[in-house]
């Protein structure tokens, strides 16, 4: 089991910005999935090991942005222009070379967007 | 990309099978071998108990198992458990890079 620790939970109003955090052991394939309150996880994008590579999800282009610091092998979930519908559990998963499947979780970091 | 289709809620008794289906089209589901399922139980964090429709992870009982026919992955859980007791999510690869979860289904052990 390879741990993956997120940042805290956040609430913040609609329109506004926030970045969530996810400390990986390196050079891993990693994911976001969100989870709504009561809802089913939802797939949101992968970021390459190097951080050189990034797809998302066509609902999440143009709003949200993955980054990652190498140097700190930490992957980054930049949301902006948050709406209500953005409230949800974010999850970091770990994809192990290229499997095609989440092998590890993180956490779970909260946000609240509310006014 | 529209989730995949599962059933809403499946229940069984200790001891009993189980199987969940979860379909999608030949871009995700039908094209490849890259369906996994998750197991999330109340209030934790989603875990992996089969990758390439049926392959366990260490330490995952072999009373879960796997299938795909055509663009129809299934899931099912032999000499079902209160533990079992859960909800489930497939995922797949998508042909075009993405991937994919499905609806979720909700089980209940009776």
């Known amino acids: 089991q390879v741990q993956l620790v997120q940042s805290g939970a956040e609430v913040t109003k609609p329109g506004a910005s926030l970045k969530v955090s996810c400390k990986e052991p390196g050079l891993n394939w990693m994911h976001w999935v969100r989870q709504a309150p009561g809802q089913g996880l939802e797939w949101m994008g992968v970021?390459?090991?190097?951080?050189?590579?990034?797809l998302l999800a066509q609902k999440f282009r143009g709003r949200f942005t993955m980054t990652k610091d190498t140097s700190t092998s930490t992957v980054y979930m930049q949301l902006t222009s948050l709406t209500s519908d953005d409230t949800a559990v974010y999850y970091c998963?770990?994809?192990?070379?290229?499997?095609?499947?989440?092998?590890?979780w993180g956490q779970g970091t909260l946000v609240i967007v509310s006014s | 990309q529209s989730a995949l289709t599962q059933p809403a809620s499946v229940s069984g008794s200790p001891g009993q099978s189980i199987t969940i289906s979860c379909t999608g089209t030949s871009n995700d589901v039908g094209g490849h071998q890259y369906v996994s399922w998750y197991q999330q139980l109340p209030g934790k964090t989603p875990k992996l108990i089969l990758y390439d429709v049926n392959n366990r992870p260490s330490g995952i009982p072999d009373r879960f198992s796997g299938s795909k026919s055509g663009n129809t992955a299934s899931l099912t859980v032999s000499g079902l458990q209160t533990e079992d007791e859960a909800d489930y999510f497939c995922n797949s690869y998508t042909t075009s890079g993405l991937y994919v979860f499905g609806t979720g289904t909700k089980v209940t052990v009776l």
């Open positions: 970021v390459s090991p190097p951080g050189t590579w990034s």
């Open positions: 998963a770990r994809e192990e070379e290229t499997t095609k499947k989440f092998d590890d």
